[in-house]
């Protein structure tokens, strides 16, 4: 007997919609959706809410289960042409996503990056920034620093650029373009 996994509710999707939006509003303040996403990852939660039959993802580390493929309805794509790419924060990025164009900016990719913990770890950023009250400082674990780097290279002509959220086991952190990330 298969079991359904929570996730795939509206109501769950809704309330991982609104946490989702809080954290790209307010950078560098993660949101916590372990209540809502029950035992399941974090990242597939969030995919779950974004992923239909109308946008493509990208899966570059094999993250995700064959299984997950037909419940998530996405066309799968490469990571220079997806709508949103799935990717582990340990490995050194070695892509460009759709960063859209000047007339069109909203043709960018959304990352989902994985990560072992957004509340501890040696990796410290700052945010500062549309949204944020002055500054927000955060340690990271499971990172890799190329991932800023590029990111800096990726939002430098604003309104150009690729929006990204760390999900961790149990929580999200908005990163749009908008916001500068500074490494401590």
């Given at each position: 007997?298969?079991?359904?996994?929570?996730?795939?509710?509206?109501?769950?999707?809704?309330?991982?919609?609104?946490?989702?939006?809080?954290?790209?509003?307010?950078?560098?303040?993660?949101?916590?959706?372990?209540?809502?996403i029950n035992g399941c990852d974090a990242h597939?939660?969030?995919?779950?809410?974004?992923?239909?039959?109308e946008v493509s993802l990208a899966d570059p580390?094999?993250?995700?289960?064959?299984?997950?493929?037909?419940?998530?309805?996405?066309?799968?794509?490469?990571?220079?042409?997806?709508?949103?790419?799935?990717?582990?924060?340990?490995?050194?990025?070695?892509?460009?996503?759709?960063?859209?164009?000047?007339?069109?900016?909203?043709?960018?990719?959304?990352?989902?990056?994985?990560?072992?913990?957004?509340?501890?770890?040696?990796?410290?950023?700052?945010?500062?920034?549309?949204?944020?009250?002055g500054s927000e400082e955060i340690t990271v674990?499971?990172?890799?620093?190329?991932?800023?780097?590029?990111?800096?290279?990726?939002?430098?002509?604003?309104?150009?650029?690729?929006?990204?959220?760390?999900?961790?086991?149990?929580?999200?952190?908005?990163?749009?373009?908008?916001?500068?990330?500074?490494?401590?």
């Amino acid at each position: 007997m298969m079991r359904f996994e929570n996730i795939w509710l509206p109501a769950t999707q809704q309330g991982i919609f609104r946490c989702v939006m809080e954290a790209i509003s307010r950078p560098g303040i993660f949101r916590n959706i372990d209540g809502l996403i029950n035992g399941c990852d974090a990242h597939r939660g969030v995919l779950a809410m974004f992923l239909d039959a109308e946008v493509s993802l990208a899966d570059p580390q094999g993250l995700l289960d064959d299984d997950d493929w037909p419940l998530f309805q996405a066309q799968r794509s490469s990571a220079d042409k997806a709508d949103y790419i799935l990717c582990n924060g340990r490995d050194i990025v070695d892509f460009d996503p759709r960063l859209g164009t000047l007339p069109c900016p909203d043709q960018s990719a959304m990352l989902v990056i994985c990560v072992d913990h957004l509340t501890e770890g040696s990796l410290e950023l700052r945010f500062q920034g549309p949204g944020v009250d002055g500054s927000e400082e955060i340690t990271v674990s499971g990172l890799h620093r190329s991932w800023l780097d590029r990111r800096a290279e990726w939002v430098a002509q604003f309104p150009l650029g690729a929006d990204i959220l760390l999900v961790d086991s149990k929580r999200v952190l908005g990163m749009p373009r908008t916001t500068r990330v500074e490494v401590l």
